[in-house]
T-cell receptor, first 112, second 114 residues
Framework: AQKVTQAQTEISVVEKEDVTLDCVYETRDTTYYLFWYKQPPSGELVFLIRRNSFDEQNEISGRYSWNFQKSTSSFNFTITASQVVDSAVYFCALSEAGKSTFGDGTTLTVKP | DTAVSQTPKYLVTQMGNDKSIKCEQNLGHDTMYWYKQDSKKFLKIMFSYNNKELIINETVPNRFSPKSPDKAHLNLHINSLELGDSAVYFC?????????????FGPGTRLTVT
């Protein structure tokens, strides 16, 4: 069975701090896909990134970066120089064999 | 243009009633989904349709019945509403049958059962 664990329920930082959101997954498949989504206070869910299990290359997009490590079954998300607009619930998700599982989410609060 | 739209945005109803939520996507995607997000923000997949065919049916009470008249529409009908059905319901769509591509979500429908 697939499982996604986001151990950090809530994180609070002050603006300009760097913050890392952890995601650990469990799967028996060799082919799977990992995602991060953002849900700001307005409520919509916004796609951030997708990774397949054969691509361990880390990715950077502006202040966002993702670290995928199959050896530790982790797909962590780092926000550099956080801003108030980064305040949101962040979900990590795993898809395999046509099924999608979301982690419980990490609520990030960035204070000015 | 809205990519994934849902109606209504808010739905307040009494226990025992039957209600429907509609979803439409104009992205040309083959697959559509229904998710339930509870008050703790936990997000759980309920159903998935690919080209009008049901491909994912999680452990959901049979009071919930999805219906896909075409690949651009996926509706959710709920019979005999219960207090525990109160939640935000999200529709989503993606390319392909296997969930290898990102999902695009609608704005959500906040259902309150009193």
């Amino acid at each position: 069975a697939q499982k996604v664990t986001q151990a950090q329920t809530e994180i609070s930082v002050v603006e300009k701090e760097d913050v890392t959101l952890d995601c650990v997954y469990e799967t028996r498949d060799t082919t799977y896909y990992l995602f991060w989504y953002k849900q700001p206070p307005s409520g919509e869910l916004v796609f951030l990134i997708r990774r397949n299990s054969f691509d361990e290359q880390n990715e950077i997009s502006g202040r966002y970066s993702w670290n995928f490590q199959k050896s530790t079954s982790s797909f962590n998300f780092t926000i550099t120089a956080s801003q108030v607009v980064d305040s949101a619930v962040y979900f990590c998700a795993l898809s395999e064999a046509g099924k999608s599982t979301f982690g419980d989410g990490t609520t990030l609060t960035v204070k000015p | 243009d809205t990519a994934v739209s849902q109606t209504p945005k808010y739905l307040v109803t009494q226990m025992g009633n039957d209600k429907s939520i509609k979803c439409e996507q104009n992205l040309g995607h083959d697959t559509m989904y229904w998710y339930k997000q509870d008050s703790k923000k936990f997000l759980k997949i309920m159903f998935s349709y690919n080209n009008k065919e049901l491909i994912i049916n999680e452990t959901v009470p049979n009071r919930f019945s999805p219906k896909s008249p075409d690949k651009a529409h996926l509706n959710l009908h709920i019979n005999s509403l219960e207090l525990g059905d109160s939640a935000v319901y999200f529709c989503a769509s993606s390319q392909g049958r296997v969930i290898r591509y990102e999902q695009y979500f609608g704005p959500g429908t906040r259902l309150t059962v009193t």
